[in-house]
């Protein structure tokens, strides 16, 4: 069974930072794509980053370049989500999502992920 499991949300300050991090069990991490969305009241589903393990690749949305960097553990079926200098516009529940194939990775669409975590509420507000 393909469980994935976020957490380390909450509220911060404005330019204050947190770390995600997703948890991935019942995959392989070959040929694997990861990818973190985010989807705030009112709005569609975002994708913001997205890696996959085949050819090492990754993408961040322009709104999150420079500020958020994607890292792994593969030892540890964990795939993190380093949020830094936060503002309020990125107050969301932020979504782990991953799928076998990772050819569209670049595309960031919610609809090439088949398996979805639950979510973390993040909170950016001072």
């Known amino acids: 069974e393909v469980q994935l499991v976020e957490s380390g949300g909450g509220l911060v300050q404005p330019g204050g930072s947190l770390r995600l991090s997703c948890v991935a069990s019942?995959?392989?991490?070959?040929?694997?794509?990861i990818g973190w969305f985010r989807q705030a009241p009112g709005k569609e589903r975002e994708g913001i980053a997205c890696i996959g393990f085949g050819e090492g690749d990754e993408f961040y949305a322009g709104s999150v370049k420079g500020r958020f960097t994607m890292s792994s553990d593969d030892a540890r079926k964990t795939v993190y989500l380093q949020m830094n200098n936060l503002k309020p516009e990125d107050t969301a529940v932020y979504y782990c999502a991953a799928d076998l194939d990772d050819t569209n990775i670049d595309i960031m669409e919610p609809r090439f992920f088949a398996h979805w975590g639950q979510g973390t509420q993040v909170t950016v507000s001072s």
């Open positions: 019942g995959l392989s991490f070959d040929s694997l794509a």
